[in-house]
């Protein structure tokens, strides 16, 4: 990455120039000491004059609001004509002017200079600050709506938080983050040995980038937390500004411009003859800012050599309006020529998709000599480019719109609120048929939309705000099931599967203290950065699968010290790559093997995934096979892998699944409850009208309210659920409690008597005290009701849930009964050691 300088020899302000301010995507304007408003037309190179501002007004700084803000909130709109350019003067006024430079206001703010002036994000509202120590909140039309703050010293330095509901400043030394909404707590923190001189504050990234007397910059959390310190410079850091898209910010000083990114490394370094820079803009499509300098000197500063590559092709932007592709196998290099300043460009999938200010072009990497170009809106400015093997998304501007790779728009994303500038993508997240946002106006909020038509899907609510999304990028044929993984705000890792058919199920929490995340390019596999160490979770729909199998599929890779913020780039193959905080690459390495397990699955290759398990060897690999055998209901293979991992209680289970899951409701009730999910189980034989069975379900799991609410509502099994909650308050030697069994028991008192009481008594004049497992009503005409001792009984101790209320009765040896044998294998090795396995083993297993 490079920066191209366009700077005029002799300065157009004849005085110090103090403001610049971007107005369109080619326009900017600046204001100085001589009192001339120029304004600078970057497309012809031209400028000219506006207005002569009066001859007593020495401006301090500069601001037109926001090009997408949306005054009086959602649903208001800004009108061309309305924009009011917000000048800060050192007489303590500030003004708002027209376009043509009219002043339409003046207001007395402050005693002394107006030392920052800004509009918040949406442009309904103003701050300032000033050499009184106040900092004021100001309506759009200058009236004074509070004071927020009253310092002992001048505030030289103020920004809006993201959400417009804090503010945050400069007292000496000390950065302070003042709510705008009474009683809520204040946070304030040292941050430089000397007074803060500039700030600003990211609505995209939420970072905070500081700048002082100290001559260093630092880059902060929303909470105050130190991100980056910079090394020390010769002089004092007067201006920083982040740029639109949060992933860079620019840093000014005298006669040095420094670009970095978000983590604080520099990326580039000019050396100018300037002087100090007073101000810096950035332009809404983050690849060009202004500066305004002591000299008068007001310049521009492209950023180019921005490079993007897939595979073996590499493009680079070598110049505003020239990008070079190299394929580096055959050493082949084309060189692309547009009409106009490119300001994004993204390549995956075999597509090169390249934005100028006018155009879209289309590439394919095989013949980059006939793209598609597509004419766009003027002055939709893209802030970022996702795509999926089958389209792609432009999001930035009024809305967002998804395309296929002809070059045809299919469908258009819109809600109320939405905020295309502050789109990245940590917020935003694409597969082959969902597309997912942040909702900016809610952060617990993830929104939906179906890729094939724009229309929205069912959204996701969380209980935290969200930090990052992502979706699994697997393309396999037939899927009607996408992972999404959700980062919030604490630091927890949660994944939700998308349903291509049906609502999202409900989110699970994989693990704690993640601070960076990745999918695999082309399997359901993750890499995380957890608590400094690199961990990578081979198959995270486990949980929906079974939660037990977890720690059998993830595993954490020793690395060197990754520093305090390490981010991960891409996982591709079996490289992970990762950066460090002061810009060191570091590669990783995870299985080789997972990425072929999941594509021999995804495409029912089971006999070739069961011979890479067998020359792994290792429970990681089984483990993994064990979940992805269960979710394609390969129960042959499962069979194999749970005993591979010592589970034979898991490995019964799955025999008796083979025997009495005959009929597909049976089954998919049967697997439900090896997940661990009762209630999908319930909810299986519910819709397939096997209502006795859900009653036992719910009885053999303990969920006691449940199984009479059923029982009654239908008049189902009423005694078979008085006496098992009979047995069930013996067993614990507990009285009734539940004022509904007690009202049910008085209306049938045959059930008082529990089976056990029966059987009890019997031994008893038998002159024996040995207790026996109570024998439930069961239905052998019915395939799960049969399943007796592991499909419903035996499963809520498989699955987990409730059934660990359960009290077990005296265990008694049962004879394991013999495996599947395997028709894939020409021998029965296999299936022999598996035998002598159970041989050895003394199972004992409770089928109350």
Known sequence: MKLKLTLDNKPKHSDVATGVAWSTADTIFSLGDDHQLLQWNLAKNETTKVTDVSSELFPTGMQWPPKNGLVGGVGGNV????????????????????????????????????????????????????????????????????????????????????????????????????????NTKTVQWKGHEGVILCLSWSPTSKLIVSGGEDCRYKVWDSMGRSLFSSGLHNHPITSVAWAPGGDLFSVGSFNILRVCDRYGWSHCLEKLKTGSIYSMHWG????????????????????IERAVSWGTYEAVLKARRTVVVTEFSGNTQDRLEFRDRVIKMSM???????????????????????????????????????????????????????????????????????????????????????????????????????????????????KSDLKQIALARDN??????????????????????????????????????????????????????RDGRLRIYYFPQILYVDGALLDYTWED?????????????????????????DGVLIVGTASPFMAHLHQHAMLGKFPEARRICRYVNSKLVWGVMAGLASWKQDLSLAEICYSELQLYDKVMFVQDIK????????????????????????????????????????????KWDRAIELSTKHNLLLNLVLSARKEYLEEIN??????????????????????????????????????????????????????????????????GGDAGLRPKSKPHPVEPRSLSPDPADEDLEMEL????????????????
Not at 833 to 848: N, R, S, T, V, W
Request: charged share 20%.
């Open 79 to 182: 009108r061309k004509g309305t924009e009011l350019l917000l000048v800060t003067a050192a007489d303590g006024h500030f003004h708002l002017l027209g376009r043509g430079g009219r002043a339409e206001k003046s207001v007395q703010a402050h005693k002394g200079a107006v030392l920052c002036g800004q509009w918040n994000w949406d442009g309904s509202e103003l701050l300032t600050s000033g050499e009184d120590g106040c900092l004021r909140i100001w309506s759009r039309s200058g009236m004074l709506r509070s004071t927020l703050a009253q310092a002992p010293e001048p505030i030289y330095a103020a920004a809006w938080a993201p959400d417009n509901l804090a503010v945050i400043y400069a007292i000496g030394p000390s950065l302070v983050i003042k709510p705008t909404v009474p």
């Open 284 to 303: 809404a499509d983050s690849t060009q800012f202004g500066c305004a300098t002591s000299s008068g000197h007001v310049f521009l500063a492209s950023v």
């Open 348 to 462: 995956d999938y075999g597509y090169l998709v390249c934005v100028t200010i006018s155009q879209l072009y289309i590439y394919n990497v095989n013949n980059v000599n006939t793209p598609m170009v597509t004419e766009l809106r003027e002055n939709n400015s893209i802030s970022l480019i996702l795509q999926a093997p089958n389209h792609f998304v432009l999001c930035g501007g009024l809305s967002v719109t998804i395309w296929n790779y002809d070059g045809k728009q299919i469908g258009t994303v819109k809600w109320g609120g939405m905020r295309g500038e502050m789109m990245n993508r940590e917020n935003v997240t694409t597969s082959t048929d969902v597309v997912a946002f942040i909702d900016h106006s809610d952060p617990k909020v993830v929104r939906l939309f179906d890729t094939s038509s724009g229309k929205p899907l069912p959204e996701l609510k969380m």
């Open 476 to 529: 396999y044929p037939g899927s009607t099931e996408r992972q999404l993984a959700i980062l919030d705000n604490n630091l927890d890792l949660i994944t939700v599967v998308i349903r291509k058919f049906g609502a999202p199920v409900e989110p699970q929490r994989l693990t704690t203290m993640v601070s960076s995340l990745t999918w695999h390019n082309q399997a359901p596999m993750l890499a995380v950065i």
């Open 557 to 581: 890779r020793d690395l060197a010290d990754l520093g305090r913020q390490p981010e991960i780039l891409t996982y591709e193959s079996n490289r992970v790559s990762i950066r460090k905080p």
């Open 659 to 702: 025997e009495n899951g005959a009929d597909e409701p049976t089954r998919n009730a049967l697997l439900a409850i090896l997940s661990g999910n009762v209630q999908e189980a319930e909810n299986i034989l519910m819709h397939s009208g096997r209502i006795e069975n859900a009653i036992e379900l719910n009885v053999n799991c303990c």
């Open 734 to 799: 507990a009285k009734e409690s539940n004022q509904l069994y007690i009202d049910m028991a008085k209306k049938h008192p045959s059930a008082g008597k529990s089976k056990r009481s029966t059987q009890n008594k019997k031994k008893k004049s038998a002159g024996t005290e040995q207790r026996q497992a109570p024998q439930m009503e069961e239905d052998p005409s019915n395939p799960v009701a049969s399943t007796s001792k592991a499909s419903i009984i035996h499963s809520s101790n498989i699955g």
């Open 833 to 848: 050691q598996l035998k002598g396995k159970f041989k050895e083993l003394e199972l004992e297993q409770d089928f109350y």
